[in-house]
């Protein structure tokens, strides 16, 4: 019974990831969601910048200090290994919801493209970043990533294995793209708002951040 709920759990984490991550399209795209970055509440600019700010701090704060070894480490006593993963997923995604539910619209346009073709070529580099965001995921293990692995190993009594590190695709190019695709979505916009800028900016500063942490993380790993 047991595995059957670890198999259930982390099949249900990582539906809530695609719920979170398809919204997140939506939500930076403008379309298709209830509430975007420029679509939601209303708020004095005085209230709606450090709302705003500290919702992208949340997020990159638990984001971060959760994938640390040394947070595993302590979190390992109250989290079975076999939903880690799962539990992780299930934080961020809950963190998104709660900034796409508490998100201040700044309405200011610092800039629109009007031309045509500029603005398709910005809608491309949009669907561009967000595919090579995913394919990303893939060439390092989408599904040890997201947690699913770690529950179907459990629920078949397998010990977990770590994933073997290989340089493929384009990370023998980029050394960050799944990062580098979310930045480029994020500024691939064909309509620029005080809210959208004050988002992208936060969202890159934790870019930032996080890439040199898990640098970090992988030197400390492999020894080199």
């Given amino acids: 019974m047991k595995r059957y709920l ?10 809530l990831f695609l719920a979170a991550f398809l919204y997140l399209i939506g939500f930076v795209g403008n379309f298709a969601v209830p509430r975007s970055v420029d679509r939601g509440l209303a708020a004095p600019i005085a209230e709606a910048v450090p709302i705003n700010a500290a919702l992208v701090a949340l997020f990159g704060v638990q984001h971060s200090v959760m994938a640390r070894p040394a947070f595993k480490r302590w ?6 290994s076999s939903i880690e993963r799962s539990t992780y997923v299930v934080f961020s995604s809950v963190v998104l919801a709660v900034l796409y539910w508490q998100w201040r619209t700044m309405p200011t346009v610092i800039w629109d493209v009007r031309m045509p073709a500029a603005r398709t070529v910005l809608w491309a580099l ?3 970043g967000w595919a090579v965001a995913l394919l990303a995921t893939f060439l390092i293990n989408h599904f040890d990533l997201f947690g699913l692995r770690q529950v179907y190993l459990a629920s078949r009594q397998q010990p977990y294995t770590n994933v073997e590190f290989r340089v493929r695709l384009l990370y023998r190019v980029v050394r960050h793209p799944l990062m580098l ?6 500024w691939a916009a064909p309509v620029m708002t005080a ?9 890159t500063l934790y870019i930032l951040v996080a890439t040199q942490l898990e640098e970090r993380d992988l030197v400390a790993s492999l020894g080199h």
Wanted: proline fraction near 3%.
């Fill in 6 to 15: 670890t198999l259930g759990y982390g099949a249900a984490a990582y539906l």
């Fill in 195 to 203: 809210g959208h800028l004050l988002f992208s900016i936060g969202m």
């Fill in 75 to 80: 979190w390992a006593r109250f989290v079975p």
């Fill in 126 to 128: 949009f669907w561009l």
């Fill in 181 to 186: 695709g979310m930045g480029i979505a994020f």
